[in-house]
C-alpha cells in the first residue's frame, strides 16, 4: 500500500502538472457512485501507471486493463481478461454496495472484487504507482490486482501457493496471452513449482513443462545468466503459502517480466521514472509562481521561432552547434562536444529542427519500428535523399554510452555489407543517429513473415549469408579497428533496394586490441537465442562469439524459423538441436523452408546446415573463424569438418540440477529480450 501524500505533495504534482502537461483532471482513486467510462482513465499519484478501458482489435470486445502511462501502444500489464465487455458503453464503478463493478449494453453487472465482498458502503478504488489496483474498505485492502496477475510480473506481486491446508487453497500464476493482440489466455504458465521444489517452471498447455530458476542457498538463480541487476527476489515457505516476489533496486516498477505468447519469458526494464520527475518537482519549488510569466512568454517565443523555422531550409550544422537551445544544459554542451571531439570530421551534425521537417515532426506513419535503442523514422532531405532517424529514447536500455560508442565506431567503418551512418543530431535532451535509408527494412521482416519469405529463393538466401559473412569478416580482420558487434541477429541485419544485407546497430560493439583474443564483462547484453554459451554463462566474448551468432542466423535464414524453445519429443530444442538431430538423421531438406523444397538441393541444404552447426558448437575452440566461413561459402567443393553437439541441448532424461552446464541447458532458447519503455 503506497503512502498517502501530503497536501504539500498535493501541490507540488498540480504545479508539476501545470509547468509539464499533465492533466489537472486526472484522478488516482473512484468513490462511491463515481463511474468510469470507455472513454476515462484514472492515473496513479505520480503518473507511473494508467487505468482504463481498451479495444481486443481481432474479436471488437473491451477489456479493463492497466498499462504504463509512458507506453504510447498501451500495452496491457494487467488485464481482467475473465470479465471481456462486447462494446464501448462499458464503465468501471463503485456500486451502492461498495463493491467494483463492471456493466455494459447487456445491464448485468459483474462484480470485478466477486471473491472478496464489501460489507459496508465505505469503499473506494485506487490505482497506486506500484500498478496495483485495490478497493479498499476503510484502512483495510478487501481487493486488488495483483492477487490475480495475467501474464506480467510486476514488483511486489507474488507467485505461488496461498491458503494451504484450508479448503480455500489457491495458486497465483502468470498465463500468456493468446497472441501478442489477444488477451485471453493462451498456451504458456509460470507458475511455482509445488511438489517439494523450490523453483518456478514454465508449463506448455498439454503439461509439458520447463524449469527456468529456483532459490539457491539464499538467493534466487535464473538457470540462465540472468541480464540485469536492478531486482532482489525473495522466498516465502510456510504452512500457509509457498510463494516467490521480488522489487526492484531502484525506482518503483524499475524491472518487471511478461510470459509471453510464445513461450518465451522477457525481461522489461524503466529507467530511473521518478528522478526525472523530482528533478522537474525541484526546479518548480524553487521559484514555481515568479517562473510562470517568464515560461509563458519563452513558450510563444519557441512557437513564434518554430513558425519561422519550418518555412525556412533544411539545415546541417557542422559546429558544435546553431545555437542551443535556451535550456541546455553545461552537460548537453559537454557532451556534443565529447562526441563531436570524437568523430573528428568525418559525420555530419544535423539540428534537431531539420530532422523534425525531415520526418514531419515525427509522425506516425513515418515510424519504420522500435528497438532497445528506441524508435526509427523514416526522413527525406529536400535534396530527395530518404534517410532513416534513430532517436533515443530518454530511457532507453541503450543509454549515453552505447549512443557515443555507435558514433564513434560506425564513422570510421566503410564496407558495402556495413549501414552507413549519415550524421547524428546532439540538442538538449535528444541524442538521434542519422542513417542511410533501407527500403527493405530487416531480414526478420522477411524471413519470418510467411507472405513475404517467398521473396527471397534459396540463391538470394546464399547470397545474405554470404554479405552478412563478408560484414562480419570485415569488422574482425580488415577494417581499421578490430570490432566485435556482440549484438548480430536478423533485425539487425538490414537490406536494400536489392535486397543486400547491411550489418547495424554497433551500440554493443566492442574494440579489440592487437593482442586481445577475449573480453570478460560483468553486463552481459545482447538477445538471448544470438548469445553464445561462453558470454551469456560467463560474461566472456571474443570474435567466436559472433562466429555463434551468425550460424543462428544462417540456421534462421535456411530454415525460416526463429530460434526460441519449442517441446520436442525427446528433447527440449532450439532451432541448433533441430538442425542437430536432423543432420544426423541425413534429412537437412526438412530443415529448409519448405517455400524453397524446390529450389535447393539436398547437397547444397546439407552443406549450409553443417556449416550453420559448425559455428554454434558449444566450445569456441571448435568454431571456424570468419576467414574460414567466407572460404567455405565462395568454394562449393571445400571439405567441411563434423560438428560437435550445439550448444543450449538436453534431452527430458537429464536432471536440471546434474551439473551447472545442464542447469543452462534444461532452458535451451527460452529466449529472454530485455526491452524498456520511454515516455514521450
Not at 188 to 216: E, K, P
Not at 555 to 568: Q, T
Request: hydrophobic fraction near 40%; charge should be positive; include cysteine.
Amino acid at each position: 500500500m503506497a503512502n498517502k501524500k501530503s497536501n504539500r505533495g498535493e501541490l507540488l504534482l498540480s504545479l508539476f502538472a501545470l509547468f509539464f502537461g499533465s492533466s489537472l483532471g486526472a484522478i488516482d482513486t473512484i468513490r462511491l457512485k463515481d463511474l468510469l467510462t470507455s472513454n476515462d482513465t484514472l492515473v496513479s499519484r505520480a503518473g507511473v501507471f494508467e487505468l482504463g478501458f481498451f479495444n481486443d482489435i481481432a474479436s471488437r470486445i473491451y477489456h479493463l486493463g492497466i498499462w504504463f502511462k509512458a507506453d504510447p501502444n498501451r500495452r496491457a500489464v494487467w488485464v481482467n481478461r475473465e470479465n471481456p465487455m462486447i462494446d464501448s458503453s462499458c464503465t468501471l464503478q463503485v456500486r451502492y454496495d461498495g463493491n467494483l463493478v463492471l456493466i455494459d449494453r447487456r445491464q448485468t453487472p459483474i462484480i470485478v472484487n466477486s471473491g472478496m465482498l464489501a460489507t459496508n458502503v465505505s469503499t473506494s478504488a485506487t490505482l497506486l504507482d506500484s500498478g496495483n489496483f485495490v478497493l479498499e474498505q476503510g484502512d483495510a485492502v478487501i481487493w486488488q490486482s495483483f492477487d490475480y496477475p495475467t501474464d506480467t510480473y510486476l514488483p511486489g506481486m507474488k507467485v505461488g501457493w496461498f491458503h494451504l491446508n484450508t479448503d480455500q487453497s489457491r495458486i497465483q500464476v502468470l498465463v500468456s496471452w493468446m497472441s501478442p493482440q489477444n488477451p485471453s489466455r493462451g498456451s504458456f504458465t509460470l507458475a511455482v513449482d509445488y511438489n517439494g521444489s523450490t523453483g518456478i517452471g514454465v508449463w506448455r498447455q498439454d503439461n509439458v513443462h520447463m524449469d527456468i530458476g529456483f532459490w539457491d542457498r539464499g538467493s534466487f538463480r535464473f538457470i540462465f545468466a540472468n541480464t540485469s541487476d536492478r531486482y532482489n527476489f525473495s522466498y516465502v515457505s510456510n504452512e500457509n503459502e509457498t510463494y516467490f516476489t521480488f522489487n526492484g533496486k531502484g525506482a518503483y516498477a524499475s524491472t518487471w517480466f511478461v510470459m509471453a505468447s510464445t513461450g518465451e519469458l522477457e525481461e522489461h526494464s524503466m529507467v530511473d521514472v521518478n528522478g526525472g520527475k523530482r528533478k522537474k518537482l525541484r526546479l518548480i519549488v524553487a521559484g514555481a509562481l515568479a517562473s510562470l510569466l517568464v515560461l509563458s512568454l519563452v513558450i510563444l517565443s519557441y512557437l513564434q521561432w518554430t513558425r519561422h523555422k519550418k518555412k525556412g531550409e533544411f539545415s546541417l550544422s557542422h559546429t558544435l552547434a546553431d545555437k542551443p537551445c535556451p535550456c541546455s544544459l553545461n552537460l548537453t554542451r559537454a557532451k556534443k562536444a565529447e562526441i563531436s571531439q570524437q568523430k573528428g570530421r568525418e559525420l555530419a551534425l544535423f539540428t534537431f529542427s531539420s530532422i523534425e521537417v525531415a520526418t514531419d515532426y515525427f509522425a506516425p506513419r513515418n515510424k519504420l519500428g522500435e528497438g532497445g535503442f528506441g524508435p526509427v523514422y523514416k526522413g527525406q532531405l529536400p535534396e530527395g535523399l530518404e534517410i532513416a532517424v534513430k532517436r533515443l529514447s530518454k530511457m532507453s536500455r541503450q543509454g549515453l554510452e552505447e549512443f557515443k560508442n555507435e558514433v564513434s565506431l560506425i564513422s570510421k567503418l566503410q564496407h558495402r555489407n556495413l549501414v552507413r551512418l549519415l550524421g547524428c543530431c546532439i540538442e538538449g535532451e535528444e541524442s538521434i543517429l542519422i542513417y542511410e535509408y533501407m527500403p527493405n527494412k530487416s531480414l526478420d521482416s522477411f524471413i519470418f513473415d510467411p507472405a513475404k519469405r517467398t521473396l527471397l529463393d534459396w540463391r538470394k538466401r546464399i547470397d545474405i549469408i554470404e554479405g552478412i559473412a563478408q560484414g562480419i569478416l570485415y569488422l574482425h580482420k580488415y577494417s581499421r579497428l578490430r570490432i566485435i558487434h556482440r549484438d548480430l541477429k536478423t533485425s539487425n541485419i538490414l537490406l536494400d533496394s536489392n535486397k543486400n544485407p547491411k550489418i547495424s546497430d554497433f551500440g554493443m560493439a566492442r574494440i579489440f586490441g592487437e593482442n586481445e583474443t577475449q573480453v570478460k564483462t560483468i553486463r552481459v547484453v545482447g538477445t538471448r537465442g544470438y548469445m553464445s554459451p561462453e558470454y551469456a554463462m560467463d560474461g566472456l566474448f571474443s570474435e567466436m562469439s559472433d562466429v555463434f551468432a551468425f550460424g543462428v542466423i544462417l540456421l534462421e535464414i535456411v530454415s525460416g524459423e526463429k530460434n526460441i524453445a519449442f517441446f520436442g519429443r525427446d528433447h527440449w530444442l532450439n532451432l541448433p538441436g533441430k538442425a542437430w538431430d536432423l543432420w544426423k538423421a541425413g534429412k537437412c531438406k526438412e530443415f529448409v523452408d519448405q517455400t524453397l523444397a524446390t529450389s535447393c538441393s539436398e547437397s547444397s541444404a546439407e552443406r549450409l546446415v553443417q556449416l550453420g552447426l559448425l559455428c554454434v558448437q558449444e566450445r569456441p575452440m571448435y568454431r571456424p573463424t570468419m576467414s574460414d566461413v567466407v572460404s567455405v561459402l565462395n568454394n562449393e567443393t571445400m571439405p567441411l569438418p563434423l560438428p560437435r553437439e550445439p550448444a543450449f541441448l538436453t534431452s527430458k532424461t537429464d536432471s536440471p540440477s546434474s551439473s551447472r552446464r545442464h542447469r543452462h541447458r534444461n532452458f535451451s532458447g527460452c529466449e529472454i529480450t530485455v526491452s524498456e519503455i520511454s515516455p514521450r
